[in-house]
């Protein structure tokens, strides 16, 4: 059984080729690190990806960057072949916890609605944390919740979200979007599992309807000041892929996807 699964947040991977993305995800980790000294961050980098010729110096002013804002030094490690692949066997080699990754989002003149980061999203075991490249207000004090009508399959992943919020003491809204005229309420089963997971950073439990789903997440998410949308990637049913995929695609927002 992985570390991740019992919702520790020990070990964070950073696949980073110097982009501006990258580079907000890192500045991302080290703000959510910061206040934790028990944090390790890896940065990996895919070769072929970019031409540093001095990449180990590169490492090391980023390393000498963030010297003073944590406890434990930036590791890093340089990978070839394909990015998706790579990031997993590090994941696995490393213990990893949970993934940042910088996301770009849709381009305007994009004609696919999938990236490196949407993939990264679907094809992990590990939670992945999103975070959209223009990104810059680092707070953690709401965080939504997407939970669908299905019932939660694996309740020990939600021990991941209340990590961060114990963390932060950041107060946790869960949502459910409808998208057809039948009215979804919750079972007992799920406000049980929320009570006992959440804690006392459990705040409310909204049902919206919406015809688009995404819409509804976003712009309750706006709304409402959320700073970290989290959704639980296996409770979606079939459309799970699509919706967490475009949630880290569109949302103004970090994204935690608890797979």
């Known amino acids: 059984m992985h570390s991740y699964i019992m919702g520790k947040l020990s070990t964070i991977l950073v696949p980073f080729d110097f982009s501006i993305a990258a580079k907000r995800a890192l500045e991302y980790a080290v703000y959510f690190t910061a ?20 990449l180990p110096e590169n490492f090391i002013k980023l390393e000498e960057k963030y010297r003073t804002s944590l406890k434990n030094r930036l590791q890093w490690t340089i990978h ?4 998706t692949q790579a990031i997993l066997e590090v994941q696995q080699s490393k213990a990893v916890d949970v993934i940042f990754i910088g996301s770009f989002g849709i381009h ?5 609605e999938h990236t490196n980061t949407s993939n990264m999203i679907v094809e992990t075991d590990c939670p992945v944390l999103a975070v959209p490249w223009d990104y810059e207000d680092f707070q ?8 669908g009508k299905e019932e939660i399959e694996d309740d020990n992943c939600l021990a991941t979200l209340l990590q961060i919020a114990r963390r932060f003491n950041a107060k946790i809204h869960v949502i459910t979007v409808e998208n057809r ?5 919750g ?5 049980k599992i929320i009570n006992y997971y959440l804690e006392n950073f459990y705040t409310e439990r909204v049902f919206i309807q919406n015809e688009d789903v995404l819409a509804g997440i976003l712009t309750y998410s706006c709304n ?6 989290t959704i639980l990637s296996k409770s979606c049913a079939s459309s799970k892929e699509d919706l967490t995929q475009l949630l880290a695609l569109h949302s ?8």
């Open 108 to 112: 305007k003149d994009s004609t696919t």
């Open 80 to 83: 070839e072949g394909n990015l």
């Open 35 to 54: 206040r934790h000294h028990d944090v390790q961050i890896i940065l990996v980098y895919i070769s072929g990806l970019g031409n540093f010729k001095l």
């Open 187 to 191: 079972s007992k089963k799920e406000e």
């Open 140 to 147: 953690l004090k709401r965080i939504a919740l997407v939970l």
């Open 252 to 259: 103004k927002v970090p994204v935690l996807v608890l797979n």
């Open 224 to 229: 409402h000041d959320i700073d970290l949308v």
């Open 181 to 185: 005229l039948a009215t979804y309420s």
